[in-house]
């Protein structure tokens, strides 16, 4: 990195540095979140892993969108991005019902003002995918917000123009990946705005981080899917009767080898690259 490049901001997981007024430093950690903790035990090259699927959408969906990648820098952690002015919503889609939408959906029958069929199951496939608007919470959980309450935070017509943007990406993204054996369950987007007023898709893009991956061979409508990712950290913290509060447990090297895997495995499939060949050179996800 860059020591002119001045640290911007601290996510759980990644860390945002300026380069200059026009470009940022997205820099993805080994850390991993279980039950909204993070966890002491890194896993070795899941920043990798995400910032090269990352790059690998932004550079397929960028003739329906234009996105804020600028280069992949050589350690295949770090996103040399364009600065923009953020979009204050959280653009969910969803094509399963699961997590807040299920919730939602369970206690009144709509999610974010989406009236949807009655006796619908936990993860049931939608008969469309939804746009599902959330607050950004500084601290805490995003707050699932409904279309006019979105539109309210960022104007009429720009909010068309995300929900459009926002269903196209994710039927791309949701049609690859199924083909390869992958439900993407649904999936967090966030847009910004760039210098000449375009809409711009910035952040991190269909990765596991911001997306329920689903193995497609073991989905059954009516019960909650293993994650793609995350089960052997779940089910061994389930396993020690941990509370799921601060501080969470270390993690034996097994749990953390065969996440690794998981990871690693998400990205070839997805990808079709070796994840060797983007080690070695990480705009190979870029071609
Ligand atoms: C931006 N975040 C989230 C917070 C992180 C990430 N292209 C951009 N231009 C301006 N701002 C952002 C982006 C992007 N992406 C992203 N906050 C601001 C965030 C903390 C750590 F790694």
Known sequence: MSDAAVHVGSGKIRELYALDDDRLLLVASDRISTFDVVLPTEIPDKGRVLTGLS??????????????????????????????????????????????????????????????????????????????????ATTGHDENIDREAA????????????????????????????ERGIILADTKLEFGIDPDG????????????????????????????PSYDKQFVRDYCE?????????????????????????IEAFTTLTGIDFDAYLDDPAVVLG
């Open 151 to 178: 539109a309210a935070l960022v104007g009429a017509e720009r909010f068309a123009e995300v929900e459009q943007t926002a269903l196209e990406l994710y039927a791309f993204a949701s049609e690859h990946a199924l």
């Open 239 to 263: 396993s020690l009767g941990w509370d799921k509060t601060y501080p969470g447990p270390e993690l034996p090297a097994e749990v953390v080898e065969g996440t690794r895997a998981r990871y």
């Open 198 to 225: 375009a809409l711009v898709l910035g952040d991190e893009a269909f990765t596991p981080d911001s997306s329920r991956f689903w193995p497609a061979d073991e989905y059954q409508a009516g019960q909650a899917p």
């Open 55 to 136: 790059g690998f959408w932004f550079a397929r969906t960028e003739k329906l969108v234009p996105n804020h990648l600028l280069a992949l820098r050589e350690d295949g952690r770090t996103t040399e991005c364009r600065r923009l002015e953020m979009l204050p919503i959280e653009c969910v889609v969803r094509g399963y019902l699961s997590g807040s939408g299920w919730k939602d959906y369970r206690s009144t029958g709509s999610v974010c003002g989406h009236r949807l069929p009655a006796g619908l199951l936990e993860s049931q496939r939608l008969p469309e995918p939804i746009f599902t608007p959330a607050t950004k």
